[in-house]
């Protein structure tokens, strides 16, 4: 690869990833504190090993008690009660030995492995006794119980800031003062008091010991794992090269290049903001070689980023809780998200290839080799991606497919390192002690999720214990009946509610939380107006993994313009454009009976004609973002292909009858258009 490649400074990408990310940038530890994390993280990481293929006779929880009791500790020693401000590079490296852990961090850490694991301890009288007390905590048990409210609290406020704790105290005061609420107000109840709101916390499954923490604890620790040992491997470097040398040199390769680099750096980064930077690192020299503006650029990063996680094998750390929240398997879900994946992708092909002929983009040499010898030597890294899915369709549970898988990657990794030659000794050590750090970095990485999914066991356990969920899905549905009592129109405005509140929710929330709550609460609002299991869960996953790309907020796009060095506000509105299509196609999944077929759940001959539509609304909407047509389209020609678009994603006969006219209609404005241009450029030379 050549040198302009690598402009951009690695170390300045990882502290912009950093910034910009939702998990607060961790600490750079000094030698003794690291030493201690990376210790206990690779202790847990066997944990999670051991409990894929051990379980422990106890049950599922005592493992979850272990799992956080152990994670918890970690957090206060890893992430800093306030973020720094302008302090990177250098200074950043040399200030590294003052980030430890302070008198105060030691002593929450310490305070939170012991309530943490006091359900499990001898003090506290053994697991077994802890349960017997369901109902009737002991005081020490409340005690221990607020504690470690407050330290998930402070936890998650160290690693995604203040509104996630903000929004669970609330919920808290909500559980509290809620009796004292007018009783024919339809969301008061019957009060709940501090020891019960402990016990439902603390000494039941819907708390701390939830879904959420359990889908963290048993599939995204392990895919994280997976994650760093692919990168361990090599994997990282060879998925850039093979996507500069699949495209060549023509001036649609750096567009083409930077989606499909992003596709694949997902399977090992898992965040839509540091697969945008880390992309950006190595392919904004190349775009900005071949002619794009800094703001397009950053929004092809940003949209490309946020693609991995929308995409399968491997998909967000939501898509588990889905799995878990349905009672389905993994690859279900991962069938269901097939038809969006390659729309998604297919409007941003649109876009880049609109985009490469508007700007005039310039073809780019970049010395990478030829891509079927770099298959051939790196092509195993595809292989642990492969066996994930065909172990999955063996119905391995995933968490012992994702174990097969990295176990495949390790082996790969290391027969490599003997076959490139030198001191098999010196590679066998070399390749341990890189398998070794990425169990501890896998579980080092996850430290921010688990922190969220214990937080949201706060958020989940209330709405349970108070019914508040149902009240204000009723709430929403009112809310459009208000407009009208026409069935069709009410299910439109309550999808288009739907969206707007998922939406909003993302921007102030991670992804996992969002998903989370806005199942919770707007996912039986869904239900209410008829919208199949299916499609509610795969609709609330996009709007909450989109928050990542939408404007007010919008990380990943922020991230990419620093990187870019473009307009914020122009990077983010670019972004909204290569994304748009991820926007409305999970609207037809819910507006319609047909719109299951983009889930795959109709029979083939629907399938066939669903995707079909759906593509072609896609193209629709790429010449309205794009505005390109067989030449340069004018607002009016864009304005056609509004309706067009619109129409063809209601997915009933009529609407997609006006929508191909429309599309009709525009292709022949567009095409008298451009003859009549053509005849003025031949008359006036």
Known sequence: MSSSVNAVDETRAAEIAAEHDEERP???????????????????????????????????????????????????????????????????????????????????????????????????????????????????????????????????????????????????????????????????????????????????????YGTPLDVAASYIVLFTIYGAVLNASGAGKFFVDISFAAFKRSRTAPGRTTVMSGFLLGTVSGSGTATAVSLGAITWPILRKAGYPKENAGGLLAASGIGAILSPPTLGAAAFIIAEYLQTSYLTVLIWATVPTLLYYLGIVFAVEADARRFGAKAIDVATGNAWKLLLRGGYHFLSLIIIIVFLALDIPPFAAVVYATGVAALFALIARLVNGGDDRAAVLGWGKDIVDALSAGVRGALPVIAVCAAAGVITSTITKTGLGQELANALVEAARAVTDNATVVLILTVFLSAVAVGVLGLAVPVTASFIIAWVVIGPALANVGVADAERAMFIFYYAVLSEVTPPTALAAVAAAAITGGSVMKTMWQCWKYTLPAFLVPIAFVLTDNGSALLLQAPALNVVWVVAVSALAVAALGVVTGGWLFGPVSWRIRAVFVPAALCLLYLEPVPIAIGVAFCVLGVVLQAVFRTKERADEVVGS
Request: with cysteine.
């Open 26 to 208: 961790a600490r750079r530890l000094s030698r003794r504190p690291d030493l201690l994390v990376y210790l206990v993280s690779l202790a847990v990481a066997l944990l999670v090993l051991k409990q894929v293929f051990f379980p422990f006779s106890k049950g599922n929880q005592y493992y979850l008690v272990i799992f956080l009791g152990c994670t918890l500790p970690m957090v206060f020693l890893c992430y800093r009660p306030r973020v720094r401000k302008g302090v990177t590079g250098e200074a950043a490296i040399a200030e590294a030995e003052k980030d430890d852990p302070n008198v105060v961090d030691w002593a929450l850490g310490v305070v939170s492995l012991l309530v943490g694991l006091y359900p499990v301890l001898p003090f506290g009288g053994g697991y077994n006794e802890f349960l017997d007390r369901q109902g009737v905590l002991s005081t020490l048990d409340i005690i221990a119980g607020a504690l470690l409210l407050l330290l998930i609290l402070e936890a998650a406020r160290r690693t995604t800031g203040l509104v996630l704790p903000i929004v669970c105290v609330v919920f808290l005061l909500y559980a509290y003062y809620g009796g004292f609420l007018p009783q024919n107000w339809g969301i008061a109840h019957a009060g709940v008091d501090f020891s019960q709101i402990v016990n439902a916390l603390y000494n039941d499954a819907t708390g701390f």
